[in-house]
């Protein structure tokens, strides 16, 4: 996939993957590092592996996947290995965590590689998986490790991104979107993404300050939805916090401040506006209808079966983790692209999160047992996944104790 690389100078390379390095995951002196990345990104990953080292890393493995061996796996493996997650893979991981390494995942969207697997088959992996890796994600979640999600283009998805444009004039575009949606297209970007996360200290301060007790979302789509809040939550986004007290960034790109709903409080009926992309496969033009906080009914005019392979993963599959508020004067969301990739179209605009809720969204979370998280209202699940909904005309109100309504976006932006 040498090519791809073609439409992008070294010097600009290299910055993106010092902002992996240096800002998402902040590597420290004598560190870890994993990075997971398909064989087709390479180029990229070795990139990364030889800024890491530059900055002091101990070791850097590169955790190798090839999309291609795992759609035959998908394709022809037993029932039995779908439904299993060996032991050994599952031990890589708890010594990683234990040696203290942080993780680099790296992307590049390849909608059509999986469309002739069996969306059932799939979800049952991904369930075993997830059961399998629960400490690790569990630490993910709580923010006990550090790690960092970013992307490179792929020739099939800068073409369904620009199906108008040639190949070529396509992944050169594409190369342009992700480093402008992800600012890391200037002189120095890790100078800028600091500057970014002052602005959303300042919003943050803001909200955590408001201690609202529910959040009202509306627009011309149809999307009416009441979303209660648990007591003593907070808001996150931007820069994270490590169990040590270091900084780093989770998403490149990232737009949202987002905190935890009340598992039980959420109702009303929230249309989607962006495909989905669940388990390679996409689903869109979607709707679900949430009552005491669980997803009561829902519709896909395209991927019904995926999504509700998605819905069923288990009981915290059908209530909420998250919500997000983004605005649409982003970098990002001003590019006015579709680009068929959750990390890049759920910081576009309002999203929500199916499934598990991080514990860090409310105080003091993070020392607090299950049942006392569960007790707050926070919901625990196998999964996490992140469904856009916001519009142009998309109209959010925070509401007090007392019934007060406080004006937080309007028009898709934030009005504090």
């Not at 010097?11 to 995951?25: D, I, P, S, T």
């Not at 297209?185 to 909200?207: Q, T, V, Y």
């Not at 689903?283 to 395209?302: L, V």
């Not at 579709?338 to 179209?345: G, I, P, Q, R, S």
Request: glycine residues 6%; hydrophobic residues 40%.
């Amino acid at each position: 996939m040498k090519e791809i690389y073609e439409f992008i100078s070294e010097v600009q390379l290299k910055k993106y993957a010092e902002l992996a390095v240096r800002a998402g995951v902040n590597l420290q002196k004598n560190q870890l590092l994993i990075i997971h990345s398909d064989i087709q990104n390479a180029t990229f990953a070795r990139l990364i592996q030889t800024v890491a080292y530059e900055s002091g890393a101990s070791d850097v493995f590169i955790d190798w996947t090839d999309e291609q061996s795992t759609k035959e796996f998908y394709l022809h493996a037993a029932d039995s290995a779908i439904d299993h997650f060996p032991d050994w893979k599952a031990a890589r991981f708890k010594e990683w965590d234990d040696a203290g390494a942080a993780y680099i995942h790296i992307i590049s969207e390849n909608l059509d590689v999986f469309k002739e697997v069996p969306a059932e088959r799939i979800s049952r992996f991904q369930k075993a998986s997830r059961t399998k890796l629960s400490d690790y994600y569990a630490k993910i979640r709580s923010h006990e490790i550090r790690w960092c999600l970013l992307a490179v283009p792929y020739a099939a998805w800068a073409t369904k991104v620009f199906p108008d444009l040639s190949k070529e004039e396509a992944v050169q575009s594409l190369w342009k979107l992700i480093l402008k949606g992800s600012r890391a297209d200037g002189e120095n970007p890790i100078n800028d993404w600091e500057s970014h996360n002052r602005a959303f200290e300042s919003r943050k301060k803001f909200l955590n300050e408001s201690r609202l007790e529910a959040l009202h979302f509306t627009n011309s789509r149809g999307t009416n939805l009441l979303i209660g809040l648990p007591k003593n939550h907070l808001y996150l986004g931007g820069g994270v916090i490590d169990k040590n007290g270091i900084l780093f960034f989770p998403n490149i790109p990232t737009e949202e401040i987002f905190t935890a709903p009340h598992k039980n409080k959420v109702n009303g009926k929230l249309v989607g506006t962006k495909p989905l992309i669940y388990g390679g496969r996409v689903i869109d033009d979607f709707y679900f209808t949430f009552q005491e906080g669980r997803i009561t009914d829902y519709y896909a005019a395209k991927g019904q079966e995926v999504l509700q392979q998605l819905i069923e993963t288990d009981e915290g599959s059908r209530y909420l983790g998250e919500i997000a508020l983004v605005s649409n004067q982003s970098p990002l969301a001003q590019t006015d692209t579709l680009f068929y990739n959750t990390l890049f179209d759920e910081n576009t605009s309002c999203h929500i999160g199916i499934g598990n809720a991080s514990p860090s969204n409310i105080q003091n979370g993070i020392s607090q047992s299950e049942e006392e998280l569960k007790a707050a209202g926070l919901n625990t699940s196998l999964l996490l996944v992140n469904v856009t909904f916001g519009t142009e005309d998309m109209k959010v109100v925070g509401i007090e104790g007392d019934g007060t309504e406080v004006l937080l976006m309007k028009n898709g932006d934030f009005q504090f």
